[in-house]
């Protein structure tokens, strides 16, 4: 049997060393190779929407793995096709591309709106704004968007053309934004950058910026898309449409697939040749995503994710009259995080370990915050039981040193 020692020995250290190996997942509950039991507030970070093994998934990933498992992107597929439809009648979107990654959709977004940009305005127009503490993944692009510079450090150089502002900050965007300016991304909720949703005055004020410069306003929704807010997609909660939005996480439930979704002004530049991907459209990762999709849009999930949200957030508040750890609990739907008090900045991953030990799998959002990305199933009593486990971490925490 395999354990954490070898993992130590051949898997690059870059994760640190995990906590445990676990070996099955049904419904919300993970099994340890030890026999330990967790019920699952984290959801991989933010991805098994569905929870573990959903039957209605397996089904249609094994029926699609017995029918053609992949072809490239010379030939087309039904799965692929199907979704695309899906995603378009859903969204503000005419078109899609498919990826592997919210990295790599958000790669296909800043490669689609600087190709947009050079065809229409030429060589001047290349600017990338983003804002201070965003994460767009971990390629050499997309952790130049980010706005974590830790992330950077040691990996230059970085490619040019990125700015980075303020989150929530109208001021600040208004003074930068230009006729050089060939896009705006955000994420509607900062998820890796401590669950702050952002400001409905600054998402329309973006919008109305872009719309004057003539850039595209690119929303990141691969941790808010797909049901987590509580709608399919977060913007979908304001009057705000973008021009490309990417996702990923939920969108696969656990297999690996990412999309660009975008208007017809952006998607009319990636003409034959011009970006691709050798995995991205695959037949098992799209017959999964459609049949997540299908499953996920849906007014009963919907109002599932609002209700637990509600719940949870509520219980959190609860506990934290009793503990007083937090100086606040914000989010929205099933993506929550409870925000340390000053005097336990840093203490985060801490409560994560503790919450392990009562039997719940949870998750930090930087070293300040406590997260929550429960699969979007989850019932109410799953909720009340993890409510007590949390009260139990929480009882612990307040006895450390
Ligand atoms: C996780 C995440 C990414 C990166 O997705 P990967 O699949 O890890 O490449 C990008 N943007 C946001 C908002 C994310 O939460």
């Known amino acids: 049997m395999t354990d954490l020692s070898d993992y130590q020995q051949v898997l690059t250290p870059n994760y640190g060393v995990p906590p445990t190996i ?5 419904g919300c ?4 190779q030890d026999g330990a039991r967790y019920l699952d507030l984290a959801g991989g970070i933010a991805v098994s929407a569905l929870g573990h093994c959903h039957p209605d998934v397996v089904q249609a990933l094994t029926e699609q793995a017995n029918k053609v498992w992949h072809l490239s992107n010379v030939l087309a597929n039904e799965p692929a096709i199907h979704l695309a439809k899906a995603l378009v009648d859903a969204t503000f979107a005419d078109r899609v591309f498919f990826c592997n990654s919210g990295a790599e959709a958000n790669e296909a977004a800043i490669k689609a709106a600087r190709k947009a940009a050079f065809d229409v305005y030429g060589p001047e127009k290349i600017e990338i704004i983003a804002f201070n503490d965003a994460f767009h993944g971990r390629t050499i692009a997309t952790v130049t968007a980010g706005g974590q510079p830790k992330y950077r450090t040691g990996f230059g150089p970085m490619p040019e053309g990125f700015t980075h502002l303020p989150f929530n900050d109208c001021k600040s965007l208004e003074a930068q934004i230009s006729e050089n300016t060939c896009a705006v991304m955000v994420e509607p909720i900062q998820g890796e950058g401590g669950v702050r949703p952002i400001c409905p005055t600054f998402f329309e004020k973006i919008r109305a910026a872009c719309d004057r410069v003539g850039a595209a306003l690119i929303v990141d929704e691969v941790q808010t898309g797909m049901g987590r807010t509580g709608k399919l997609f977060a913007y979908q909660h304001s009057d705000v449409s973008p021009d490309i939005l990417s996702s990923a996480k939920s969108l696969g439930c656990g297999f690996p697939i990412g999309a660009m979704l975008c208007k017809e002004w952006i998607s009319e530049h990636l003409i034959a040749g011009t970006h691709g991907s050798t995995y991205g459209g695959n037949p098992l990762g799209t017959a999964v995503a459609g049949k997540a999709l299908e499953l996920i849009n ?4 919907l109002s599932n994710v609002t209700e637990r949200g509600r719940q949870l957030t509520q219980g959190l508040n609860q506990l934290n009259a009793k503990h007083q750890l937090f100086k606040a609990v914000r989010g929205q739907g099933l993506l929550i995080g409870a925000v340390l008090k000053d005097e336990y900045a840093g203490r ?10 009562m ?20 019932s109410e009593s799953e909720i009340n039981v993890a409510l007590q486990r949390l009260d139990q971490a929480y009882v612990a925490f307040n006895k450390q040193p």
């Open 359 to 378: 039997g719940l799998m949870t998750l930090v959002a930087g070293p300040n915050v406590h997260r929550f990305a429960p699969p979007l199933i989850i």
């Open 298 to 301: 849906t007014p009963e999930l």
């Open 22 to 26: 676990i070996v099955k997942g049904v």
């Open 29 to 32: 509950e993970l099994f340890g």
């Open 348 to 357: 985060s991953g801490e409560l994560v370990k503790l919450t392990m030990k």
